[in-house]
């Protein structure tokens, strides 16, 4: 079946901790999407990419690294410059840029400790 | 910019009636899209219904439709005939001009469906 696929869906690190979280899509999608979901916060833009070899920063990109190498996946590096980066977060795309329905993956949640 | 304002923090609805949840945008664009996602406990993101600014109806999929007033700029979700799987997260959405038009979302309504 066509989806998303994030992983891992559980993951504890310490302070001062790179951690990548993997997203793979099967869907032929053009654009991806990283979303940060905070409590009381709704979704905020972390990075998207239109298509491959291409990314911009979306609001809060500070402490936050991506790669699109290949059409089907578009890693998120939280690097030790986040200051707060437990959350939850969710990897979408889209056909291309400006079609609104996403498609999501289940997301990752990520604790530091 | 685009901004997307939820007021309802949470709502409650007893099982079997409808219950609208309310969405209020703000764009200067003469087109523009409203999405309304459903989030559960899971946490997965499941896309509902749509509306294009053009769009002469209002938007309806199955028990979900969606009252959209262009003038007031409210695009409020309405479910009729809820039920306990209804109880999850709900998010509106728009899409951001400025060149990419990327998803902006509210910070959504946590429905409660009682039986």
């Known amino acids: 079946d066509g989806g998303i696929t994030q992983s891992p869906k559980y993951l504890f690190r310490k302070e001062g901790q790179n951690v990548t979280l993997s997203c793979e899509q099967n869907l032929n999608h053009d654009a991806m999407y990283w979303y940060r979901q905070d409590p009381g916060q709704g979704l905020r833009l972390i990075y998207y990419s239109q298509i491959v070899n291409d990314f911009q920063k979306g609001d809060i990109a500070e402490g936050y690294s991506v790669s699109r190498e290949k059409k089907e996946s578009f890693p998120l590096t939280v690097t030790s410059a986040q200051k707060n980066p437990t959350a939850f977060y969710l990897c979408?795309?889209?056909?291309?840029?400006?079609?609104?329905?996403?498609?999501f993956g289940e997301g990752s949640r990520l604790t530091v400790l | 910019a685009q901004k997307i304002t939820q007021t309802q923090p949470g709502m409650f609805v007893q099982e079997k009636e409808a219950v609208t949840l309310d969405c209020t945008y703000d764009t200067s664009d003469q087109s523009y899209g409203l999405f309304w996602y459903k989030q559960p406990s899971s946490g997965e993101m499941i896309f509902l219904i749509y509306q294009g600014s053009y769009d002469e109806q209002n938007a309806t999929e199955g028990r979900y439709s969606l009252n959209f007033q262009k003038a007031r700029k409210s695009a409020n979700l309405v479910i009729s005939a809820s039920q306990l799987g209804d109880s999850a997260m709900y998010f509106c959405a728009t899409l951001r001009s400025g060149g990419s038009y990327i998803p902006t979302f509210g910070r959504g309504t946590s429905l409660i469906v009682h039986p």
């Open positions: 979408a795309s889209s056909i291309r840029t400006g079609t609104g329905e996403l498609f």
